[in-house]
């Protein structure tokens, strides 16, 4: 079985060539391919494993725009194109393996599953009865009325100057979305929407059948305009595109660990020393967010992964020879 990497990033070129090199020892020089914003951070590609491939040209993604999504889809399909894996793994680039590859290959080979996504159907906005969640994190209760509002209500926007972008010589506006609750409106919303709206985290595990649906434009096309003007899309795009296929089976499980317990703001806490014992008895694949100073990687590799640690801290690259 042929498991492919779709990773994205924009910053800490390091950190990234740290996940690559460990995909490369753990899976034997799996397919990977990068999208990497080079707009926003450079990066010397010729330092990385030659089963690293980078996504020519880029998008300029941005957090919480449709860029995001389409630049995952431009990384499936370039793996599609050169490697036809069998699994295909979304990544960002401070993730990092947290179980073995057997472990790994193991599950997914017996799984019954078409996709790992973590979802749940958002489109009247009530909780359904009995609903367990979480205090906190993507499962929590009161997700799902905020989700209906930011994905299935119709919507109108405004522009918001931005002063941190105007000193940074960017484009100086952003979008500021707000909800519309008129009902006739939304009935009429919804009847150009004959699917359901399902949302949850982004990053996911799919086989190649999965993975042939979002890369379907006379299946996904419909999503992709729908969602494109909604803020955050990569939070339902893709669990609406896969969810309404019928003949796919999608587990309710991002295989990730993440820990959202005391998070502020929308990401997840760092993975701390602390997180190990909770993070080996998930039973997930893999966990995120790490820092970049590698030291968590290290007693990864050390505990759960038996190879040798990488120093991320040395400020040098590794050569690899060409292709």
Request: with cysteine; proline share 9%.
């Amino acid at each position: 079985m042929k498991i492919g990497f779709a990773i994205l990033s924009y910053h800490q070129p390091h950190q990234l060539l740290r996940l690559v090199s460990t995909l490369t020892t753990m899976f034997d020089g799996p397919p990977i391919v990068c999208h990497h914003n080079f707009r926003q951070c450079s990066l010397p590609e010729e330092s990385f494993p030659p089963n690293v491939r980078f996504v020519k040209p880029a998008i300029n993604t941005k957090w919480g725009h449709i860029t995001t999504p389409l630049a995952a889809l431009r990384a499936f399909r370039l793996l599609q194109q050169t490697a036809q894996p069998d699994w295909y793994v979304l990544l960002s680039g401070t993730d990092y393996p947290c179980r073995s590859a057997a472990d790994i290959r193991a599950e997914l080979s017996a799984s019954p599953f078409d996709a790992y996504l973590d979802h749940r159907d958002i489109s009247t906005g009530v909780v359904p009865p009995g609903y367990v969640g979480t205090p906190v994190g993507f499962s929590r209760a009161d997700w799902i009325p905020l989700a209906y509002e930011r994905y299935v209500l119709a919507y109108w926007w405004r522009p918001v100057l931005v002063g941190k972008m105007l000193k940074a010589g960017l484009f100086p506006y952003r979008r500021l979305h707000y909800a519309i609750h008129n009902p006739r409106i939304n009935r009429w919303y919804k009847a150009k929407r004959p699917w359901n709206v399902y949302g949850g985290a982004f990053w996911l595990q799919a086989n190649a059948r999965a993975v042939a649906s979002l890369l379907d434009d006379s299946v996904a096309w419909p999503f992709l305009q729908y969602f494109k003007g909604r803020f955050i899309p990569e939070e339902a795009l893709f669990h609406s595109i896969l969810c309404n296929q019928p003949q796919l089976h999608i587990a309710n499980d991002s295989k990730r660990f993440e820990d959202w317990d005391g998070s502020i703001d929308p990401h997840p806490q760092w993975i701390e020393p602390h997180h190990l014992p909770a993070l080996i008895q998930s039973g997930a694949h893999f966990a995120r967010k790490f820092r970049d100073d590698g030291v968590v990687q290290n007693l990864i590799d050390r505990s759960i992964l038996g190879i040798a640690s990488q120093n991320a801290a040395s400020g040098k690259l590794p050569s690899y020879p060409a292709a």
